[in-house]
């Protein structure tokens, strides 16, 4: 398994800040003193409030899973505490298909208002891309504060989230009955079982991103048991007709004295469809509730389907929440499932450098692909293979697959134009390349190459992120 912390300083953007009077340096794990510092920074960078004692031991036990770098001013009032912080680690990306991608996330990017405009924010982004690379992540990921950022380094918005409200008062039920029940739990007792559901959970969305150890804990308040917030929440599981548990809700009701109140939900997790069904019942089903508001939660919920007056539910805070960054094009492109067969060559642009190239995407009937860098030899050539043999038995798999016919000359001539940023936006299926196409930031390079690569990233659920990271 890859250490965070055996990645050694960038020697780039170290002598970048060097040269602009900063320190640029990891922060060391065991330091105690200097991870406080650190935490204290990223803290403010957010404008969030100075964490109590709980908060702070949690923020320092996460840090430390992590690679934790900072930026230091020497001249400043306290040079112990940095002027800019960042960190990353590997995690597994979902992707369609249900299989997972090697990813590196990048967090905590703050640089303190005293300090802007020196180069740190880039020194801090390339150098995270960097170590992604040597981590051999596929992409770089990140959830954003600030979406005119984070472009120039190659990541595009690859998922949305958006708050949904619910009034209450309308929301008759029509779904169907589920076999299983819901049933009130303490944080405590589920603990133990809620990193199964969640794995469960994130593998069947695309978008979703592999939970940390502590995530959890803060979710259901037992960071700080004791505080208001933790006492106010309520947890609730769904249970099969098995007995297994396969999801979960956190919630609280927030009201004036003797009023209606509204449901405030941040965390719903559902492995299976009767459980977000079920569960999204529970929720909208309480009495002495005006109005339900769920955050973090996909653009495309099938509620509105599930209640009699669909108006009852819209969205609010619709956000580009997710962003990815490409940085192999041939893993990236090899780890998910395509929605069709097909040849599809991608000119990629990437002024940074990191996916650059041309690159042969070729699926099959059962929607695998293999993509190779043009130039680079074939596996099966490399075997031995007549590298024919294989594109006749991929055009007899294309030709018998129901949403496909039997690929011709021009058809594995279809390609497009496309910067590593846009890539990033179509590969979870989020975006159509069509869609990118109107709006002038790709080209086909033969007739018909969009309807081919609108066909191929289709993706069966939409991607979506439900945490922040």
């Avoid at 050694?8 to 040269?19: E, G, I, R, W």
């Avoid at 112990?80 to 960190?87: G, H, I, L, S, Y």
Wanted: contains cysteine; glycine residues 8%; hydrophobic residues 40%.
């Amino acid at each position: 398994m890859f250490d965070p912390h055996s990645v050694p300083a960038d020697p780039l953007a170290t002598s970048a800040l060097a040269a602009r009077g900063l320190e640029y340096r990891r922060v060391d794990p065991a330091d105690e003193p200097a991870l406080q510092a650190w935490v204290q920074a990223e803290t403010r960078g957010f404008h969030h409030a100075r964490p109590e004692a709980p908060e702070l031991r949690r923020a320092l036990q996460v840090s430390r899973q992590r690679n934790v770098r900072g930026v230091y001013d020497p001249t400043a009032h306290d040079p112990q505490v940095p002027v800019a912080t960042v960190d990353g680690w590997p995690s597994g990306l979902s992707v369609p298909g249900g299989r997972s991608v090697d990813a590196w996330a990048v967090s905590s990017v703050t640089v303190s208002p005293t300090h802007r405009r020196r180069g740190i924010a880039r020194a801090l982004l390339e150098a995270q891309l960097r170590y992604a690379k040597a981590a051999g992540a596929a992409l770089a990921m990140l959830t954003v504060t600030e979406a005119t950022i984070y472009g120039r380094y190659g990541f595009g918005p690859a998922a949305s989230a958006a708050t949904v409200h619910v009034d209450r008062r309308r929301a008759h039920w029509i779904g169907p009955e589920s076999p299983g029940r819901v049933q009130f739990v303490e944080p405590a007792d589920l603990i133990g079982k809620a990193p199964a559901i969640a794995r469960r959970a994130v593998a069947r969305t695309p978008g979703e991103i592999d939970r940390w150890p502590g995530l959890l804990e803060r979710h259901f308040g037992l960071v700080d048991p004791g505080s208001a917030d933790a006492r106010a929440l309520r947890v609730a599981r769904y249970d099969d007709a098995a007995g297994q548990a396969q999801g979960f809700v956190a919630f609280r009701v927030v009201r004036a004295p003797d009023e209606p109140g509204a449901l405030e939900c941040d965390v719903f997790v559902a492995a299976t469809d009767d459980a977000e069904r079920e569960l999204w019942r529970f929720l909208v089903e309480q009495d002495f509730v005006t109005e339900a508001r769920v955050r973090l939660r996909s653009v495309d919920e099938p509620l509105p389907w599930l209640l009699e007056d669909p108006r009852a539910v819209s969205l609010h805070e619709i956000s580009d929440h997710l962003w990815l960054r490409v940085l192999d094009p041939v893993a990236a492109l090899s780890a998910r499932d395509y929605g069709t067969a097909g040849t599809l060559t991608l000119e990629i642009a990437d002024p940074l450098g990191h996916a650059e190239g041309t690159f042969v995407l070729d699926v099959s009937g059962d929607g695998h692909a293999e993509v190779r860098r043009t130039g680079d030899a074939r596996p099966d050539a490399a075997n031995g293979a007549r590298p024919e043999a294989r594109h006749d038995a991929q055009a007899d798999a294309a030709s018998s697959h129901p949403r496909s016919g039997r690929r011709s000359r021009a058809q594995a001539a279809h390609g497009l134009r496309i910067d590593a940023r846009d890539l990033a936006s179509i590969y979870l299926g989020g975006t159509r390349p069509s869609v990118l196409a109107r709006a002038g930031r790709l080209a086909e390079l033969a007739p018909g190459s969009l309807a081919v690569a609108d066909r191929l990233f289709h993706a069966p659920r939409t991607p979506h992120l439900s945490i922040w990271f």
